[in-house]
């Protein structure tokens, strides 16, 4: 799909929507065009995160009882709101909206998502329009889906790599809800540690390298997902990787690129 997605500057808060401004929001859609036609009003559109300004605007759509609606230059859709006093244009205004408005689309979109860009935090997801942005990639392949838990969770008896101050080198990620893109490494070898004055050994051990090649604060759920993993690397080696789907869900999608079917005569 065309769509020109501008991502929001670090200082742009991630706005927080009552049901009333989400209800007002999707008013700004409808009968714009007395307004916004040929004006320099800046424009973003919630189907696609696409912003603009009002001119660049070409296609409206009739209404019975006011001025036409305004369609999406990029996507076609009736879901161009634009800028006021109240509703500064971001974004990540524009990826709160679409969660909300098309929630349903989104959880389709993502169940087969094979692509998802690296973020680092939820205001940070919306921020660069990550609900817009993740694919489905005809060429990979999902081979497996396991669940993972911050090693920096209170009270996570066994998220010990955080405490391994000497294996850890991610500790400004602490807090943050890091995902997307990562490539799974596998250490078989073990290695100890000393915990509280105990020494530790542990046995294999994951690590998750993301896009900017920042170790995320993940590990897997259980020793079974361990076991798939591992397996799913013995297959498919480094082809293998981890797509961390959001910031809230844990999820880690395997995913292989397909190898291309021999050409038959
Ligand atoms: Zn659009």
Request: glycine fraction near 8%; charge should be negative.
């Amino acid at each position: 799909m065309r769509r020109y997605i501008v991502p929001d500057e670090a200082s742009v808060e991630a706005p927080h929507l009552s049901y009333e401004d989400k209800h007002a929001l999707n008013r700004l859609t409808a009968y714009g065009r007395s307004m916004l036609e040929g004006s320099s009003l800046r424009c973003g559109c919630f189907h696609c995160g696409s912003s603009f300004v009002a001119s660049e605007i070409a296609d409206w759509m009739p209404e019975e009882d006011g001025a036409d609606t305004a369609l999406c230059p990029y996507c076609g859709c009736d879901t161009v709101v634009y800028e006021t006093k109240d509703y500064p244009l971001s974004t990540a205004l524009l990826s709160k909206l679409y969660l909300d408005w098309f929630y349903t689309e989104f959880e389709e979109r993502e169940k087969v998502a094979t692509y998802v860009p690296t973020f680092s935090t939820y205001d940070d997801y919306l921020r660069q329009g990550i609900p817009f942005l993740m694919e489905h990639y005809e060429s990979d392949e999902i081979v497996g889906e396991v669940d993972l838990f911050r090693v920096d969770a209170p009270g996570n008896a066994t998220g010990f790599m955080h405490e391994d101050s000497g294996a850890w080198q991610a500790k400004d990620l602490a807090g943050d809800e890091p995902g997307g893109m990562v490539k799974i490494v596998v250490h078989r070898g073990g290695r100890d540690f000393a915990l509280e004055d105990e020494n530790i050994r542990v046995g294999t051990y994951f690590e998750f390298i993301d896009e900017l090649g920042r170790r995320l604060p993940y590990e897997l759920w259980s020793p079974d997902q361990e076991d798939c993993v591992l397996n799913l690397v013995e297959k498919y080696g480094t082809k293998l990787r981890g797509v961390i789907l959001s910031p809230s869900g844990r999820t880690m999608r395997l995913v292989v690129k397909k190898v291309p079917a021999a050409a038959c005569r």
